[in-house]
């Protein structure tokens, strides 16, 4: 039974060698999609995906590299989307209006919503630094990530 899968195999492969010679994927996703169905054999479907690596080398390693530490790279996306979207100087003027609003209100007086703008201030200025820290803790995990 194994000479006859080495047999298989020697003859598919030289099969695809002669498939991709005649008609030439242009990169390696192209190259396994045409090649690998969903009733294909996995041990056909590694020797296809070997096929397709051979002719496309320096792809496939972006590709594994690409995909290697992607959560911590969606991470950093989903981190820096959430910066841009609760601390850009729109958003954070409003927040400071409405805090110094909020001052005025409680106080009466210019006072107050002086003291309320100055401590809304320096909350957002320490939220900054927490959320800076936190992308530096990010950036460290992807670099820890790629390294391995």
């Known amino acids: 039974m194994k000479i006859l899968k080495k047999i298989i195999a020697i003859n598919l492969f030289i099969f695809i ?13 192209e190259c396994v999609l045409k090649y690998v169905s969903g009733d294909t ?9 070997s096929a397709c690596k051979d002719q496309f080398p320096s792809e496939k390693k972006v590709l ?30 409003a927040k400071r209006s409405k805090a110094v609003l909020g001052g005025l209100m409680s106080g009466g007086t210019g ?9 809304f201030d320096r909350e957002i200025e320490l939220q900054k630094n927490q959320n800076r820290e936190q ?3 990010i950036v460290a995990m ?3 990530c790629s390294a391995r």
């Not at 054999?41 to 995906?49: D, N």
């Not at 911590?72 to 100087?89: G, P, R, V, W």
Request: aromatic share 6%.
């Open 41 to 49: 054999f996995p041990e056909v479907a590694k020797i296809i995906e």
């Open 111 to 119: 006072t107050t919503a002086g003291a309320a703008g100055a401590k």
């Open 64 to 93: 594994l590299e690409d995909a290697k530490c992607a959560d911590e790279k969606a991470l950093l996306q989903s981190h820096d989307a959430y910066i841009a979207q609760n601390f850009n100087d729109k958003v954070l003027a």
């Open 17 to 29: 060698s002669v498939a991709l010679a005649s008609d030439h994927p242009a990169s390696y996703s």
């Open 142 to 144: 992807i670099a820890r």
């Open 135 to 137: 992308r530096i803790q």
